[in-house]
C-alpha cells in the first residue's frame, strides 16, 4: 500500500504506462525511503514547513528500530538523507537531501555567494560535521558578511562557538508539532475511556497546528 502512495504521489504511474518500465533506480527505493514518503504525504500543504520527518515517526511505521538506525545511517551515507539536531529536542530529524537542496536554493539563491547545491555537497560528504568561522570560510570561500547572512536566515546556527547547517524555521515546526499533539491528547482526555476510534481521530480538525492530524499521529505512536 505505501509503495502504491509513492508511486501515484512521484506520478511515476502517469510518466509509465507499464509497470516493467519503471527504471530499476526507483524500483530499488529502500523501506525507509518508502515510508518516509508516505510520513510526507500527510503532511498538510497548508503547514508551510520544512519537510522533516522525526526518527520516532519512523519508529511507527518500523516495529524493528535496530533496523531502521542501520538504515538511516547506510542512507546517510549514501548521501540520500540528511540528519538535524534541533536544540529544543532530543531527538534528530531527517530530511531528503533533495528537499534540502530544495529549500537552501529558496533561501539563499540571489541573496549570496554561496550555492545550495555546494552545501549539500560537503554535508553528503561529511555529515556530522561542524565548522570554525575560519574553516567554514575556508571551505566554501564565503565573507564574514554571506556568514552572518546564513545565520540571519537560520541555515546556519552556533553551536559551542561552532557553526552548522540547519533546517530554517526548526522552532516554529517544533511548535506547530506540539500544539497538534496537546490538542489530540486533550480530545482523549475529555472522552470517558480516553479512547476514541481510529476513524473520527483522523477526521478531527486541529484549532491550533495545520500539519496534518495523520503526520502529527505518528509522532504520537
Given at each position: 500500500?505505501?509503495?502504491?502512495?509513492?508511486?501515484?504521489?512521484?506520478?511515476?504511474?502517469?510518466?509509465?504506462?507499464?509497470?516493467?518500465?519503471?527504471?530499476?533506480?526507483?524500483?530499488?527505493?529502500?523501506?525507509?525511503?518508502?515510508?518516509?514518503?508516505?510520513?510526507?504525504?500527510?503532511?498538510?500543504?497548508?503547514?508551510?514547513?520544512?519537510?522533516?520527518?522525526?526518527?520516532?515517526?519512523?519508529?511507527?511505521?518500523?516495529?524493528?528500530?535496530?533496523?531502521?538506525?542501520?538504515?538511516?545511517?547506510?542512507?546517510?551515507?549514501?548521501?540520500?538523507?540528511?540528519?538535524?539536531?534541533?536544540?529544543?529536542?532530543?531527538?534528530?530529524?531527517?530530511?531528503?537531501?533533495?528537499?534540502?537542496?530544495?529549500?537552501l536554493k529558496?533561501?539563499?539563491?540571489?541573496?549570496?555567494?554561496?550555492?545550495?547545491?555546494?552545501?549539500?555537497?560537503?554535508?553528503?560528504?561529511?555529515?556530522?560535521?561542524?565548522?570554525?568561522?575560519?574553516?567554514?570560510?575556508?571551505?566554501?570561500?564565503?565573507?564574514?558578511?554571506?556568514?552572518?547572512?546564513?545565520?540571519?536566515?537560520?541555515?546556519?546556527?552556533?553551536?559551542?562557538n561552532n557553526?552548522?547547517?540547519?533546517?530554517?524555521?526548526?522552532?516554529?515546526?517544533?511548535?506547530?508539532?506540539?500544539?497538534?499533539?496537546?490538542?489530540?491528547?486533550?480530545?482523549?482526555?475529555?472522552?470517558?475511556?480516553?479512547?476514541?476510534?481510529?476513524?473520527?481521530?483522523?477526521?478531527?480538525?486541529?484549532?491550533?497546528?495545520?500539519?496534518?492530524?495523520?503526520?502529527?499521529?505518528?509522532?504520537?505512536?
Amino acid at each position: 500500500k505505501k509503495f502504491d502512495c509513492f508511486i501515484i504521489s512521484s506520478g511515476i504511474n502517469a510518466e509509465y504506462g507499464d509497470f516493467d518500465e519503471i527504471p530499476d533506480e526507483i524500483l530499488e527505493i529502500s523501506e525507509l525511503e518508502i515510508n518516509i514518503l508516505h510520513i510526507l504525504q500527510q503532511l498538510s500543504p497548508d503547514s508551510a514547513v520544512s519537510p522533516i520527518v522525526s526518527r520516532s515517526m519512523i519508529y511507527s511505521l518500523i516495529s524493528n528500530r535496530t533496523q531502521v538506525d542501520k538504515d538511516i545511517i547506510d542512507l546517510q551515507r549514501a548521501g540520500k538523507i540528511l540528519l538535524f539536531s534541533f536544540r529544543s529536542s532530543t531527538l534528530d530529524y531527517i530530511m531528503l537531501t533533495n528537499d534540502y537542496e530544495s529549500l537552501l536554493k529558496g533561501t539563499i539563491s540571489g541573496n549570496c555567494n554561496l550555492a545550495a547545491s555546494k552545501v549539500v555537497s560537503v554535508l553528503k560528504e561529511n555529515p556530522s560535521e561542524s565548522f570554525s568561522k575560519l574553516g567554514i570560510k575556508s571551505k566554501f570561500s564565503v565573507s564574514d558578511e554571506t556568514i552572518k547572512f546564513l545565520i540571519e536566515c537560520k541555515v546556519l546556527s552556533i553551536v559551542n562557538n561552532n557553526y552548522e547547517f540547519s533546517v530554517p524555521c526548526s522552532g516554529s515546526y517544533l511548535e506547530l508539532l506540539n500544539k497538534g499533539k496537546l490538542e489530540i491528547l486533550k480530545v482523549l482526555k475529555r472522552k470517558a475511556s480516553h479512547e476514541i476510534l481510529e476513524n473520527e481521530l483522523v477526521k478531527m480538525k486541529l484549532k491550533h497546528c495545520k500539519l496534518g492530524i495523520q503526520y502529527i499521529l505518528h509522532d504520537l505512536i
